[in-house]
Nanobody, 121 residues
Framework: DVQVVESGGDLVQVGGSLRLSCTFSGRTFDDYAIGWFRQAPGKDREGIACFGSSDGMVVYADSVKGRFTISDDKAKSTAYLQMDTVKPEDTAVYYC??????????????WGKGTLVTVSS
């Protein structure tokens, strides 16, 4: 069985930075897509970043473009989300997910339980 574990969530001030990590175990993927999603209180889950291993393609939601960076260290089976210039609206539970394939979908194959990021003003 595949385990997905996020870490790094914390309280951060407006304008600050934070790096989330996501570790995968239990299976080796050939071509895969890793996605970061978030869900703010009272809102639907939002896909914010996706990395495709086959060609290294990355895609960002407009809400985080230019501020967040997704990366993947296949040797460590770990993905990252570097969050810079955070805003109060970035407050949410952040989820990492992976699927076998070339792009992210809302119904990814395996999900973590989430890590809380709170941005204080």
């Amino acid at each position: 069985d595949v385990q997905v574990v996020e870490s790094g969530g914390d309280l951060v001030q407006v304008g600050g930075s934070l790096r989330l990590s996501c570790t995968f175990s239990g299976r080796t993927f050939d071509d895969y897509a890793i996605g970061w999603f978030r869900q703010a209180p009272g809102k639907d889950r939002e896909g914010i970043a996706c990395f495709g291993s086959s060609d290294g393609m990355v895609v960002y939601a407009d809400s985080v473009k230019g501020r967040f960076t997704i990366s993947d260290d296949k040797a460590k089976s770990t993905a990252y989300l570097q969050m810079d210039t955070v805003k109060p609206e970035d407050t949410a539970v952040y989820y990492c997910a992976i699927r076998s394939g070339y792009y992210c979908k809302n119904d990814m194959d395996y999900w973590g339980k989430g890590t809380l990021v709170t941005v204080s003003s």
